[in-house]
């Protein structure tokens, strides 16, 4: 989990988002991306800690595909 939260990171900062800004903001104030980002970063936080049941790892995991999707439809001309 800890190597899927660094990449979406990774991807988000080059396509100009700021993830420091992102983990910092009250969840309901993100949208689109960064929303998918810190849904899935959450996460990962609680699953290096030990406390994700295998439920929260698949919807992490769900998070961080549509969070390259946005990125990637976000990318086209």
Do not use: K, N, T
């Not at 999707?69 to 086209?76: K, S």
């Amino acid at each position: 989990m800890r190597g899927a939260d660094l990449l979406a990171a990774e991807a988000l900062r080059a396509c100009g988002h700021p993830v420091d800004e992102i983990e910092r903001a009250p969840v309901g104030d993100l949208s689109g991306p960064a929303a998918d980002y810190r849904a899935a970063h959450d996460i990962a936080l609680a699953a290096a800690q030990g406390g994700a049941a295998g439920d929260d790892l698949r919807r992490a995991l769900a998070h961080q595909a549509a969070l390259f999707a946005r990125l990637l439809d976000d990318q086209r001309p």
